[in-house]
């Protein structure tokens, strides 16, 4: 893709769990309107397939490990030539809070997160989401489909049952197992489960996390706990809490007053941050 004329900054949208990249075709359009270069990489498996074709065969993401995912983007990133801003939708979010902690990003915002090591928070309703696929460990290797009730109650609980199928035909995908399991195992694990970040972290890119009032899979307690936690370091995070909004929030009616604030709020905190990006030695390990 041949970046735009001027000066305006770079967007890499990382997408969640039971998603694909069309997940974010809202605010991509958007913000390629206003003359950024928008990136929306699908995780490796999902890659530019279709919800359609992902699940008629997600054999790609059988085994699929978390860190695959990120170490994913992390190359992309690195090979733009100056730092985007990141942002990420629940487990995408995950990864934007895992890809500020590398060094990367000129400013990361990330939309109902899923929350790294350490954060222990979690909410009935998000272990409710969850149980479908931690009910069975056996099937740890598996990609799981995500039914069309489960899918009501995990994205689609603003709407109405019939207008929740028409949006699982039209978005949804199975579910990585092995990503999810890994995830949720590194969550009591904050020096040794693989979603760690180091919470006082001087020089990490300005982080908003931003909240959905009636959201089932990742609530606002698990983003206040996590402001919490970032208190520990001098690094500016803030979160930003929209009323009547469900985990849905990046395409449910609305979705424009989010994507221009989670934009706006960026630009003007990433401004003097972008810097050549840091080489592949420079990530910590």
């Known amino acids: 893709m041949t970046a735009p004329t001027g000066s305006k900054a770079t967007i890499v949208l990382v997408h969640g769990l039971w998603m694909t990249p069309s997940s974010w075709d809202t605010w991509a359009t958007r913000f390629r309107e206003q003359g950024h270069e928008v990136l929306v990489p699908g995780w490796p498996g999902i890659d530019d397939r279709s919800p359609s074709d992902v699940r008629r065969d997600p054999s790609a993401l059988e085994g699929l490990r978390l860190t695959a995912v990120v170490d994913h ?7 733009l030539p100056t730092p985007p801003i990141i942002m990420g939708h629940s487990f ?55 039914s069309k009730a489960h899918f009501h109650y995990t994205f689609g609980n603003d709407l109405s049952r019939a207008e929740s199928d028409r949006e699982w035909e039209a978005s949804a995908v199975n579910s990585v197992n092995r990503l ?106």
């Open 73 to 79: 983007y992390d190359r992309i990133i690195r090979a």
């Open 92 to 146: 995408g979010g995950l990864f934007t809070q895992m890809l500020l902690d590398r060094g990367l990003g000129s400013a990361g915002v990330a939309v109902t997160p899923a929350q790294p090591a350490g954060v222990t928070v979690l909410p009935p309703s998000t272990l409710r989401t969850g149980f479908p696929i931690l009910r069975n460990p056996f099937a740890i290797n598996r990609a799981t489909p995500i």
């Open 180 to 285: 999810f399991f890994e995830g949720v195992l590194s969550v009591p694990r904050p020096r040794s489960g693989v979603t760690r970040v180091d919470f006082a972290k001087p020089d990490r890119a300005p982080l908003l996390l931003i909240s959905a009032e009636i959201d089932h899979v990742a609530p606002p307690a698990i983003q206040k706990a996590l402001v919490k936690k970032y208190a520990a370091g001098p690094s500016l995070v803030e979160r930003i809490e929209f009323p009547g909004r469900s985990h849905r929030i990046v395409s449910q009616r609305g979705w424009e007053e989010v994507a221009d604030q989670a934009l706006e709020w960026a630009v003007a905190h990433a401004g003097s941050a972008l810097r050549p990006q840091p080489t592949r030695e420079q990530q910590p390990g």
